[in-house]
């Protein structure tokens, strides 16, 4: 009789080993699912930043109005007849000596 409890102990844990060890386990079926669900949410967003440059591509080619935001903002563009500011912050202003007449 221990014999044969032995026998089926032994079975039972041969039976168990690939469902929690083996190649199609709970354990790897666990991290196929996290790392499709990293997959997705990387996806979304990537999804996301591409909708968003597709828009500003459309923008571009469609009106003037952003090339000229772009080509003031990054090249510091500006119109003609136009005065242009440049405002620094925390700059102390300088003394200017005064002019006797």
């Known amino acids: 009789m221990k014999a044969l409890t032995l026998i ?58 952003a090339i000229e935001e772009r080509a003031r903002s990054e090249l510091g563009m500006v119109k003609q007849d136009e005065v242009f500011y440049q405002v620094l912050d925390g700059a102390k202003p300088a003394i200017l000596p005064k002019v006797q007449p």
């Not at 844990?13 to 709970?26: A, E, I, M, R, T």
């Not at 666990?30 to 597709?54: V, Y």
């Open 8 to 65: 089926f102990i032994a079975l039972i844990v041969l039976l168990q080993y690939p469902l929690w060890l083996g190649k199609g386990s709970w354990l790897s079926v666990w991290k196929l699912s996290r790392q499709i669900s990293l997959t997705q949410e990387t996806n979304l967003m990537l999804k996301a930043r591409n909708q968003a440059l597709d828009a500003e591509v459309l923008d571009l080619k469609s009106g003037r109005a």
